[in-house]
Nanobody, 120 residues
Framework: QLVESGGGSVEAGGSVRLSCVASGFTESGNYVAWIRQAPAKGREGVASIYTGTDRTYYADSVKGRVAIWRDNAKNTIYLQINYLRPEVTAIYYC????????????????WGQGTQVTVS
């Protein structure tokens, strides 16, 4: 089960921290990712973490502005986004699966319901 939280309305230039409780995915070797979908656009991979080694992956478009990490004790994956701009307004989904699908998000097998981030 993947349950996201932490979205909301944020001012441009600010930061937001999203949380994903990834029950059943953090203990084993899975890729847990944050995927976003802006209005009228397709899903875009943002960042991913491999729970077997904690290796992280980032989309080129977000490098330097986002960080992904996990808290094993809480079974939670976090995404911090800094220097927010209106164009990153989107629904942010937590997704998981055995393969890193940052460039092809549709291959993730498991998805949360998403959390809305609105930047103005």
């Amino acid at each position: 089960q993947l349950v996201e939280s932490g979205g909301g309305s944020v001012e441009a230039g600010g930061s937001v921290r999203l949380s994903c409780v990834a029950s059943g995915f953090t203990e084993s070797g899975n890729y847990v990712a944050w995927i976003r979908q802006a209005p009228a656009k397709g899903r875009e991979g943002v960042a991913s973490i491999y729970t077997g080694t904690d290796r992280t992956y980032y989309a080129d478009s977000v490098k330097g502005r986002v960080a992904i990490w996990r808290d094993n004790a809480k079974n939670t994956i976090y995404l911090q986004i800094n220097y927010l701009r209106p164009e990153v307004t989107a629904i942010y989904y937590c997704a998981a699966g055995p393969v890193c699908g940052l460039r092809t998000p549709r291959i993730y097998k498991y998805w949360g319901q998403g959390t809305q981030v609105t930047v103005s």
